[in-house]
């Protein structure tokens, strides 16, 4: 059970004290890496970008395909050179064993390349390029059946060349389970991950064996996904819902979620789209593939056909909401999927604020006061903005005004303000430093990542809001 004092579930608090709304805090990304490390969860560094020279290295060679990695505790397969057989297995002989070899699962492709080692990266980084999603799976579906055909066994496994005439010989095999559950269970980077995220992660894997759904669903605890706050977390493919603030309290969330994985349907050929809406949209993240706006928008859509499902009949059947996998038939845990009781809803009604301008409106005075602020590229170019009352540094530099150009290209803002990136680094000099609120112990994590960082001036620019006595204020801008 849990060990921390955070109440399970509670909502996600800022900085201002309101709560933040969870939908649209997925990152962005296409597709996900496992790394099969054979280790627990307990034995993880803090920082596996900084202490793993093989997720580092995988990391960066697959970044440009928008692919994110991460570890699980699932072992490798052994594979030798010896295993690697096909019809161009004599070139195995040219492949020097050097440097570790771990699998790794590729989603929602739902694939597994096995024993891969450095020097395949970049020809993996290449042929996932000339692999989009949706595409790679039926390749190897084809593949694998003209290898049983010529060896004349069966198999999941086909041995490939990633870039053709290269030499680097790579099994790859079809996963068995066709969906999956991702479960951030990383302690030592956020105890919070590892004590409710641990303790989900035991639960989604007892139902799962008790159930008899050991084919068709696989429970992965992996490191590090973003968002500790939200822990636990949860990643669900082939659909690639993401979900947080979910009970380990009691086995309804793990529940909802085994439920909502399985009736998302899994991969039989190519990665399907799911035809469902998710079904704990209170607690729903985002989805792989969208960006925030995107995410909000779907969120809405959503809330808007509940509210017309509701309000259209009483005899309107609820497809979206499955019953649980231990009622009785007949009973169904959603007699009431309660628009009023969602704590972090968007009224599409009203003109309540969403999550972006609900950022800027969460500062000291109101959002028509104004200060000046001046922006200081490293090259010395300067940009005088009048800046609202509680805005975040984030939110003046990706106001696509023209007047900002200059500012919107020198900070990147890559993860939105989910504090991942590190890539809204900025320098605030005293005496405007001291006016700030601390950087708080999340702010501090991220900042570890920030090139050029200074220990006195550095800050990120999405936890930074404007307060009426930054007038005048110079925000230096990073080259990096
Ligand atoms: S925008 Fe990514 S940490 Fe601030």
Sequence with gaps: MSTTNTPASSPAVDKA??????????????????????????????????????????????????VNVNWTDEPSQQLHKDDIKGPISAAAEQIPSTGPRHDLVLF?????????????????????????????????????????????????TATLELVPGSGELVNVELVQEPSAV????????????????????RILKDMVQMTGLTNSVKIYGVSHIGGHKYAPNTIMYPSGDWHGNLSELDSEDAQQILFDTLGSGGIAGG????????????????????????????????????RQRSGATTTTTNQDQPKSLFSAPGEDLYE???????????????????????????????????????????????????????????DIVKDKDPSRHAVYQALECTCGGQLECATCHVYIEPPYSARLPAVTDAEEDMLEYAVGRNEKTSRLGCQVRVQPDLEGMVIKLPQY
Aim: aromatic share 6%.
């Design 336 to 394: 009431d999927d309660g628009l009023k009781e969602l704590p972090n809803a968007i009224s599409v009604e009203s003109n309540k604020p969403t999550p972006e301008n609900s950022a800027t409106s969460a500062g000291t005075g109101s959002d028509t006061q104004k200060v000046k602020i001046v922006f200081e590229t490293y090259q010395k170019v300067r940009t005088e903005i009048e800046a609202k009352i509680g805005e975040r540094i984030l």
């Design 108 to 156: 929602p492709d739902n694939v597994k390349f096995l024993g891969l080692r450095y020097e395949a990266f970049k020809d993996l980084s290449r042929y996932l390029a000339q692999h989009p999603t949706g595409t790679l799976r039926p390749t190897l579906e084809k593949l694998i059946s003209e290898q049983q055909n010529q060896q004349n066994r069966e198999s999941r």
């Design 17 to 66: 004290g309101e709560e933040e709304p969870i939908q649209g805090s997925a990152p962005v990304y296409d597709r996900h890496i496992l790394i099969c490390t054979g280790v627990p969860a307990k034995g993880w560094a803090k920082k596996p970008e900084l202490s793993d020279p093989y997720l580092n290295l995988l990391s960066t060679a697959v970044r440009s395909q928008g």
């Design 271 to 306: 990665v399907r789209e799911r035809a469902s809406d998710p079904v704990m949209i209170e607690k729903w993240r985002g989805r792989r593939g969208l960006n925030k706006e995107e995410q909000l928008k779907l969120y809405q859509q959503i809330l808007e056909k509940r």
């Design 182 to 201: 991702l479960v951030c269970v990383h302690g030592s980077r956020d105890c919070r991950c590892g004590d409710r995220g641990g303790e989900f992660y």
